[in-house]
């Protein structure tokens, strides 16, 4: 058979994403944590509102009117901001634009799998280090490998724990290399490493539209940079990334930053209930600062109840890998949906004791 593809891309392996089952199917999708609520009405106006001559001409290649938009939300200047087709488009270009083989790409682990993956395509150099007990970033070894590109996720996933600024700050003030610190989740979270950007030339802060503004299928995420380190990553970045209507209906979803807070605030309140029920039934929770809790089932079945809950169409997240072969990932859903999982989970842990 003829080998069509780069050693390293026939070597490595492909990023699996949570399952997506298809358009009406009846399940409770508490696995690739997405809000449970719909996205603001100002965004679905901006849906329905749009003009046919946005669709005949190419978009604006800079995503200008949302880079506005986030710039006063956020406080920074718009051309602190580089918009991608979604925030894993912002981890590529990242990867693309200084990873190379010879040059290493450092990150703790367990976090995002997505940072191995767009590394492997680069052929570069690999370091992951283990976080330490209780998740406490391993500051000094990360420091030693001092990496092209470091990714630091906070608040992480699976772990949901929150990096302390104090890390963060030494991380960027001492790294040669780009220091990303991905805030996909940061909507749920009480703090932002948003001023280390104005300090520090090296950082590159990622969010996403996916999470608090209930907007995973559009796929719209940015970065937020200081402007000479985004010259180098606007030079990869595709010529029409974002289209035209991913960047109207996001721009009215960012400018609804109230009915994004009272989202964000019934997910928190439901992720503490949520974690309250778990430990009732015998789980560990670790403290969260996303919309998801790691847990650990009491018998550590894990993979038994992710199968379990999957005959029921309730879909959570089980990752067999080291570390977390004897956790789940619960997305936090409805309250509604919360009892129904928590439930069923009381009844399969029931029946796997007969």
Request: aromatic share 8%; with cysteine.
């Amino acid at each position: 058979m003829t080998n069509y593809f780069r050693s390293n891309v026939e070597a490595m392996a492909s990023y699996v994403p949570g399952e997506q089952p298809p358009r009406g199917t009846q399940v409770i999708k508490l696995n690739s944590n997405e809000n449970p609520y719909p996205p603001s009405s100002a965004a679905l106006a901006a849906l329905k509102d749009i003009d046919g001559e946005w669709l005949r001409r190419y978009p604006e290649p800079y995503a200008g009117e949302f880079r506005q938009a986030a710039s006063k939300v956020l406080g920074v200047p718009s051309d602190w901001i580089i918009v991608g087709n979604g925030s894993d488009e912002i981890l590529s270009i990242v990867i693309r634009a200084c990873a190379e083989p010879g040059r290493k790409v450092v990150y703790p682990m367990p976090t995002y799998v997505l940072y191995r993956t767009l590394t492997e395509m680069q052929a570069a150099d690999i370091l992951e280090i283990p976080y330490k007990e209780d998740n406490v970033l391993p500051v000094a070894e990360l420091l030693a490998a001092d990496g092209c590109v470091t990714f630091i996720a906070s608040p992480n996933s699976p772990s949901g724990h929150v990096v302390p600024s104090e890390d963060l700050r030494k991380l960027a003030s001492e790294l040669s290399g780009v220091l990303v610190i991905d805030e996909a989740y940061v909507d749920f979270a009480q703090a932002s490493a948003l001023d280390l950007v104005q300090e520090y030339e090296n950082v590159i802060l990622i969010r996403t539209l996916s999470k608090g503004y209930s907007l995973a299928g559009l796929r719209l995420g940015f970065g937020i940079g200081n402007p000479k380190l985004l010259d180098g990553l606007f030079k990869v970045k595709d010529s029409y990334n974002i289209d035209a209507i991913a960047c109207k209906v996001a721009t009215a979803a960012i400018n609804d930053q109230a009915y994004k807070n009272v989202c964000v605030a019934k997910v928190k309140a439901s992720r503490t209930q949520l974690a309250t029920d778990l430990k009732q039934l015998g789980f560990r929770v670790w403290d969260s600062h996303g919309n998801f809790l790691l847990t650990q089932p009491p018998a550590g079945n894990a993979e038994y109840l992710y199968q379990q809950l999957k005959e029921q169409k309730i879909l959570i997240r089980y990752f067999k890998q080291p570390g977390l072969e004897d956790k789940l990932r619960i997305t936090v859903g409805t309250d509604e949906q919360n009892q129904i999982l928590v439930e069923a989970l009381r009844n399969s842990i029931a029946s796997a004791k007969i």
